[in-house]
């Protein structure tokens, strides 16, 4: 899939091209097969390993209720064996170059990914290629990943922050599948067949919707000749891959879901804008000034000054479409409407109020500190290569949405306030009276 025109943060901001690179120091290398497939690299000598993200453009933003959850089932049974070994032999396979692989899925991307050690880099992506390339579907095998999903989905439902968030996003996006969890629901799981986990297969593997990053102690001529070799021949379909359905308006919803528990949670929501937005930036900016952190004012206020939060934050996540802004609070059953009240009145203050120099450039500096924290590792690097370059936003996106955040004024800030920061969904979670 071609890289889309709206993901541009800035002007003068460029998607990678044919070639190299310079970015904070790395370069990374990138090559177009034949076929439509994209193969990152970035070399780093500084350890002997070496970092493997393949992703293709899947996961539950492109799913229906139906078949809710089908991309992450798929992905986790691709490890449960190929058409020449088993699940088994799978993992001994990577333990024996001293490695691991794992796979799963997103709301906007499916990954296969693995490490080792750099020596060992051929063996590795021989290891990738078979999985993504040669799925052997076993019937019991199938059955084994359906129980431990569907465990996986119980243990959801028992976590109190989850299930809030999970009541709040079906609050915000109602049918849309920004609605659910990446792992799906108990009841599409339980009718998930074989045959729709081999269709969906067949329907996202397809080389123009792939990216393979590497990033680790190798030389990208290297990597390129053997992706050829194990990818070349994977033949490109005609029509489009898969297409997410719009997302409808926003509206304003209070929810109250009783489950037995010691706390009590408070989600507050709204709809806000997808990374291709330029306002993106400056929403960030504002999440983190309202909970990022134990300097964020939901921190201070309802856990330092008034005691009412065992765990307070905001949080806005990578989204193509309508990224959500969330604030929670998790109190005292008997404090949750001093709680709500409270979380309600910062979100009022920050639309209205604006953000001062000091606090804006707290808000700033954690989100920079942030990023780059969570990208000193190979692993993190591949995944971040990949995932910004499959979704359309270019591979260079976090150097670039780096460099947005930096530019991000007070006025930046209200504004994105008093645009985002209306319509609320709020989910409250509370034991029963």
């Known amino acids: 899939?071609?890289?889309s025109s709206r993901f541009v943060l800035g002007a003068g901001a460029a998607l990678l091209v044919i070639g190299s690179v310079a970015a904070e120091a790395d370069v990374v290398s990138r090559h177009v097969l034949a076929n439509g497939m994209r193969v990152l690299v970035r070399e780093n000598h500084g350890a002997p390993v070496v970092a493997i993200s393949l992703q293709t453009r899947a996961g539950s933003h492109f799913e229906t209720a139906g078949t809710a959850g089908v991309t992450n089932f798929l992905q986790r049974v691709l490890l449960r064996g190929t058409t020449k070994r088993s699940a088994v032999r799978l993992a001994e396979a990577a333990e024996d170059i001293g490695g691991q692989l794992d796979a799963g899925a997103d709301v906007e991307s499916a990954h296969v990914r693995a490490e080792a050690l750099a020596r060992h880099s051929e063996a590795l992506l021989e290891l990738v290629a078979e999985v993504v390339l040669s799925p052997a579907f076993r019937p019991e095998e199938v059955e084994k990943e359906r129980r431990l999903v569907l465990s996986q989905i119980r243990a959801r439902a028992d976590?109190?922050?989850?299930?809030?968030l999970d009541g709040l996003l079906r609050a915000l996006y109602g049918p849309h599948p920004y609605a659910w969890p990446s792992l799906g629901t108990r009841a599409s799981l339980e009718r998930l067949t074989r045959e729709a986990l081999v269709a969906r297969y067949r329907e996202i593997y397809r080389p123009d919707g792939m990216v393979l990053a590497v990033s680790g102690e190798i030389e990208s001529k290297r990597v390129v000749k053997t992706a050829e070799r194990l990818f070349g021949k994977l033949a490109r379909p005609g029509g489009e891959g898969p297409t997410p359905p719009p997302v409808g308006e926003a509206r304003t919803v209070r929810r109250v879901l009783e489950r037995p528990a010691h706390q009590a949670h408070v989600m507050?929501?709204?709809?806000?804008p997808g990374l291709g937005d330029p306002a993106y930036p400056a929403v960030r900016v504002l999440t983190a000034v309202l909970g990022g952190g134990m300097a964020s004012r939901l921190f201070v206020e309802l856990r330092d000054k008034q005691g009412l939060a065992y765990s307070v934050g905001a949080l806005t996540p990578y989204r193509?479409?309508?990224?959500?802004?969330?604030?929670?609070?998790?109190?005292?059953?008997?404090?949750?409407?001093?709680?709500?009240?409270?979380?309600?009145?910062?979100l009022e203050r920050l639309r209205t109020g604006g953000v001062g120099e000091p606090e804006l450039a707290r808000a700033k500096a954690y989100l920079l500190g942030t990023l780059a924290m969570d990208r000193r590792t190979n692993a993190r690097r591949a995944w971040y290569l990949a995932f910004f370059e499959v979704v359309g936003a270019g591979a260079d996106f976090p150097e670039r949405y780096a460099r947005a955040i930096e530019a991000v004024t007070g006025e930046d800030v209200a504004a994105a306030a008093a645009r985002w920061l209306v319509h609320p969904s709020v989910v409250v979670l509370a034991p029963p009276r």
């Open 1 to 3: 899939m071609r890289p």
């Open 159 to 164: 976590s109190p922050f989850q299930a809030g």
């Open 268 to 272: 507050v929501g709204y709809r806000g």
């Open 320 to 346: 193509t479409e309508s990224a959500f802004i969330a604030a929670y609070v998790g109190t005292a059953p008997a404090r949750l409407a001093t709680a709500e009240a409270s979380v309600m009145r910062e």
